[in-house]
């Protein structure tokens, strides 16, 4: 069984500070974890994913994510908003290696991420 | 170049109708799925098939009847559609690759308002 809980459904930031947008996750098998973005009236975009190897994981437009094993945990984090970077965030875990690999992403509720000028 | 591309992008009915989304993908991808986002924007699988097989089939009204007619396409019929069916509907692909598999591409998605 696997699980995923975004904290805070909205994150607010203003341009050039820090975003933080947070994932936790349950996995009764070593999990594969995703951010996709969603633009508004738009699908959801691959951002950046960890399957194996190293815990930070660099994706596009300057985003990354850490694998904490320990805390169950793979925020997402950009040095510097961009009025761009508004739109909704996704986590999702499906089973790596070893679990029923069918492909079953489970997502979490999704961030809002709003960027002020 | 799209590569995962559906139709329509929007589709308003009446209630109790029948209706048809399309899905095609270009990506050389064996495994295509399709999603379901409720108005509060949770995503749920609703079902997979992995080379025209029927992988993955979630508690789903059989009234949603999914449908491969090759590994590039997949496409999802709703018959007597209820007002609770109005939601945004996803496809996505993927490859397996050793057993395991890969990132899944999302198509733009088809906005269903049923009347």
């Known amino acids: 069984a696997q699980s995923v809980t975004q904290l805070g459904s909205h994150v607010s930031v203003s341009e050039g500070a820090l975003v933080l947008l947070r994932c936790n996750y349950s996995?009764?098998?070593?999990?594969?974890l995703f951010w996709y973005v969603q633009y508004p009236n738009q699908g959801l975009q691959l951002l950046l994913k960890y399957t194996t190897g190293a815990t930070l994981v660099k994706g596009i437009n300057g985003f990354e994510a850490e694998f904490k094993k320990s805390e169950t945990s793979f925020h997402l984090t950009k040095p510097s908003a961009h009025m761009s970077d508004a739109a909704e965030y996704f986590c999702?875990?499906?089973?790596?290696?070893?679990?029923?690999?069918?492909?079953?992403?489970?997502f979490g509720q999704g961030t809002i991420l709003t960027v002020h000028p | 170049d799209t590569a995962v591309s559906q139709t329509p992008k929007y589709l308003v009915t009446q209630m109790g109708n029948d209706k048809s989304i399309k899905c095609e993908q270009n990506l050389g991808h064996d495994t295509m799925y399709w999603y379901k986002q409720d108005s509060k924007k949770f995503l749920k699988i609703m079902f997979s098939?992995?080379?025209?097989?029927?992988?993955i089939n979630e508690t789903v009204p059989n009234r949603f009847s999914p449908k491969s007619p090759d590994k590039a396409h997949l496409n999802l019929h709703i018959n007597s559609l209820e007002l609770g069916d109005s939601a945004v509907y996803f496809c996505?692909?993927?490859?397996?690759?050793?057993?395991?598999?890969?990132?899944?591409?999302f198509g733009p998605g088809t906005r269903l308002l049923v009347l």
């Open positions: 098939y992995n080379n025209k097989e029927l992988i």
């Open positions: 996505a692909s993927s490859r397996r690759d050793r057993g395991r598999l890969e990132t899944q591409y």
């Open positions: 999702a875990v499906s089973p790596g290696a070893g679990g029923t690999s069918y492909g079953k992403l489970t």
């Open positions: 996995s009764s098998v070593p999990p594969y």
